[in-house]
């Protein structure tokens, strides 16, 4: 029998004090975009021509180079390889199996561009091929390309990289662990375009991934890891089923090498013990998100024979790991267990040496992927002393724990603590406000409006540049956007837009701009983390309380209303957006964090109705975003609190202050009880892609909030004509209540240009017109 009993297991914790191994140490991924993004600027370099292949290559050699080196030198036992990519490590696994659609086969590019094809479509001599899709992986804010098979995909070996990279780390003297996205969660992602599904690849699939582990043993592989973090999902009887057949026949072919199931992003509940009972020879398990990772082995015990890599040290947060609570952890766990990081590193920057800006004691709280390394050696060290609690080591570390990290804001404290059921219900309830507010705003059938930004052209980002680097003064910055906002309010009054924005010239970024202006948020210089492809992203850290000293915005959005008798929107980002687009807090829960955000803004909320401005939206881009994996999660871990977030900011505005709200994407069918429940006047969303399928959706669900669904795609050059938009507008109106209808583009417009906005909004104002004269 495969699984020890609890009996066994706590004999075995008595035994380790005698037989002292030195635990080993691992890490799932590095970050692979260079400590300065040479990886970003290179490939974007290549995209323009700009530099060759090899140019390109020698950067990617020379920084797999470092990136093994730091590990070796920090003493990492198991050393990943084929965690790098240009782009995407799932495109990339697509790649190598073959699985190329015919339409970008079709363009005979070499194995790289192909891979760039696939990624950002193709539009050169003659060809016009669209990108994959992109979608976030899973719980994290990095996005892969969805691999696409067709019904004529033949599965088969088609690049070797994985293959070179460890060859290439050999060459190095660097016995690397190869790590590959595993056949499970590949095929999971996938997309089946055809009538063929993701059975009917299994086999196929399976084989090649038998080939490249014997070619990996060959080469001298002695670990070779597998990464399922799909079986952290809610698993159905079908997909355990599927899991198990993969791994049976993967496993019967092993070819001398030791194979690692390695999960992350939670627990491996449903297929914890079928994993014990296959034939693996590491079990890598997250002990950070997975919240039942400890009681499954308490209470199932470790598969005997197996090795745990134990993910203790969060891949995803920059805080400093508290030792002692991981001692803990490791206390419980087999003598010969292997201390790793609980996802790849590539959801953390680079190294804290790039900050010089920030505090030494501030500093000293941090820990991004280089010293999450040297935590990984800490760790070894600490573990293997008799008294491990006597380490000094520990004992500095714990420093960072017990002393006060900041100063509590009581005030802010105490507010959430009084807060009450009724501090979240907004009066009167929704029906009666929408009388009132339809008499006191006065607007058209299908009253027009966008979403908040208007192009942030090369001009809007150079004097932002030059007023952060000191050359403009703060008035002479002010009065250039202002001069924007005037130009913008003028353009859309002629335009003749209803309800009218000011353009969030003066926002870089809707998180960043409003972290800068509350009390409780730090900013890096440095803190890059890969989004997707060459993008990446340096989301604040929420560090303490967060108060709001100042209004944020009040001035402008009082100055751009004294411009027009058109109603003009005030433009906030809600509570969970921000934080979850931040580094969250570890010593206090999320729902703290976002409540606390939550008063602040609800203050700026109350400061702008004060100052006569009747209609303020409150975006919630990201709510969405951090929906736990587990549906037994959503409501407990998260919905429970986030939904209140949103309610609080807005449960004190009088009842003729109109209050919306934007999402960017329309994947909310599941959670529209909870999204109506935020208790917003109006929202808006992305729908023009997705086919309006969502507006049954409102239906069936009598959905009462007011909603403008995306008129026309943003995301994309093309200007939409007068009679295109007609026709959308009516397919709205065949679905719902014409007086819940809103007519406005799908997002904010800040990454096109004035000469599409222009015509676009054009054509939609005068599209909007023709159908009001229809009704
Ligand atoms: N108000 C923001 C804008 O228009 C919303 C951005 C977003 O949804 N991501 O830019
Ligand atoms: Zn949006």
């Not at 094809?117 to 001599?125: D, W």
């Not at 002695?222 to 809610?234: H, K, N, T």
């Not at 953390?348 to 040496?353: A, F, G, I, M, T």
């Not at 938009?725 to 904010?748: F, H, Q, R, S, T």
């Amino acid at each position: 029998h495969i699984i020890i009993p609890l009996v066994h297991m706590i004999e075995s914790k008595k035994e380790k004090t005698k037989e002292k191994i030195v635990m080993k140490t691992s890490v799932i991924g590095y970050p692979r975009i260079g400590r300065d993004r040479e990886l970003k600027f290179m490939v974007e370099r290549y995209f323009r021509n700009e530099v060759s292949k090899e140019t390109l290559q020698e950067t990617a050699r020379e920084l797999r180079r470092v990136h093994w080196e730091a590990q070796a030198s920090a003493g990492v036992d198991y050393i990943p390889s084929g965690d790098f990519s240009f782009y995407d490590q799932v495109l990339d696994t697509a790649i190598s199996l073959g699985i190329i659609p015919q339409r970008f086969k079709a363009l005979n590019l070499n194995a790289l561009d192909t891979t760039f094809a696939m990624a950002r479509g193709y539009q050169k001599q003659g060809f016009d091929v669209k990108a994959l899709p992109m979608k976030k992986w899973f719980n994290t804010n990095y996005h892969y390309i969805v691999p696409e098979f067709e019904d004529d995909t033949e599965v088969s070996l088609n690049t070797e990289d994985f293959l070179a990279a460890f060859l290439e780390a050999k060459e190095l003297s660097h016995i690397t662990k190869p790590t590959l996205v595993g056949p499970y969660t590949f095929l999971s992602l996938a997309h089946y375009a055809g009538n063929k599904k993701l059975d009917d690849f299994l086999e196929a699939t399976v084989d090649v991934y038998i080939e490249k582990l014997r070619l990996l043993a060959q080469a001298g592989a002695e670990w070779i890891a597998f990464e399922e973090p799909a079986l952290v999902l809610d698993l159905n009887q079908s997909q355990i089923e599927r899991f198990e057949r993969i791994y049976k026949r993967l496993l019967a072919q092993k070819a001398g090498t030791k194979v690692l199931l390695q999960t992350y992003f939670g627990d491996i509940r449903d297929v914890y013990e079928k994993a014990g009972a296959l034939p693996f020879d590491g079990l890598g398990l997250d002990f950070v998100e997975g919240s039942q990772t400890q009681q499954l082995i308490e209470q199932k015990g470790f598969p005997k024979g197996k090795i745990c890599f134990a993910g203790v040290i969060n891949g995803k947060n920059i805080w400093k790991n508290d030792y002692k609570k991981t001692l803990d952890v490791l206390e419980a766990l087999p003598a010969n267990t292997v201390i790793s990081t609980s996802c790849s590193l590539q959801h953390v920057p680079y190294s804290l040496k790039s900050e010089t800006e920030l505090d030494a004691k501030i500093l000293d709280h941090f820990a991004f992927a280089e010293e999450k390394l040297a935590e990984l050696n800490a760790l070894k060290g600490i573990s293997a002393l008799g008294q491990p609690l006597q380490s000094p080591e520990l004992q500095k570390n714990q420093v960072c724990f017990n002393e006060a990290r900041c100063v509590e804001n009581k005030a802010v404290r105490d507010a959430v603590d009084a807060l009450t059921e009724e501090s979240f219900v907004r009066r009167p309830a929704f029906f009666e406000r929408e009388q009132i507010q339809k008499h006191a705003l006065a607007l058209p059938f299908l009253p027009t409006t966008t979403i908040g930004s208007f192009p942030q052209t090369a001009e809007v980002k150079k004097e932002r540049a030059r007023f952060k680097k000191g050359e403009l003064s703060s008035d002479e910055y002010r009065k250039r956007y202002r001069e924007r906002i005037q130009d913008c309010v003028k353009t859309q009054e002629e335009m003749g837009l209803d309800v009218l924005v000011h353009g969030e010239f003066e926002r870089n970024d809707m998180v960043e701009f409003f972290g800068e202006r509350l009390a409780g948020f730090l900013f890096t210089k440095k803190a890059w983390v890969q989004s997707y492809g060459t993008r990446c992203v340096k989301p604040p850290i929420v560090w303490g309380d967060i108060d709001r000293p100042h209004p944020m915005t009040v001035d402008d959005i009082v100055y751009a209303q004294s411009l027009t008798k058109k109603p003009m929107k005030g433009m906030l980002t809600g509570p969970v957006t921000i934080l979850n687009w931040s580094f969250p807090r570890e010593d206090v829960d999320l729902k703290t964090s976002a409540w606390q955000i939550a008063l602040a803004i609800r203050d700026e909320v109350l400061d702008l109705e004060a100052a006569g401005i009747k209609i303020i939206q409150i975006d919630e881009a990201a709510l969405r975003e951090k929906l736990p994996l587990r549906k037994q999660e959503w409501q407990s871990h998260y919905l429970d609190w986030a939904i209140p977030a949103f309610r609080l900011v807005h449960s004190g505005v009088k009842a003729k202050t109109q209050i919306h709200t934007h999402m960017c994407y329309s994947e909310f069918s599941d959670i529209i009880r909870e999204i109506d429940a935020m208790d917003a006047d109006v929202i808006t969303f992305e729908a023009s892609r997705s086919n309006l399928e969502l507006l049954d959706v409102l239906q069936r669900s009598g959905f009462k909030t007011a909603v403008g669904p995306g008129v026309y795609d943003i995301h994309s050059p093309r200007i939409p004509s007068t009679e295109e938009i007609e026709n959308v507008i009516e397919a709205i109106l065949a679905k719902m209540d014409g007086d819940k209808v809103w007519v406005n583009p799908d997002c904010g417009l800040k990454t096109r240009n004035t000469a599409e906005t222009t015509p676009s909004l054009t054509n939609m104002v005068s599209a909007a017109n023709k159908v009001r004269e229809k009704y």
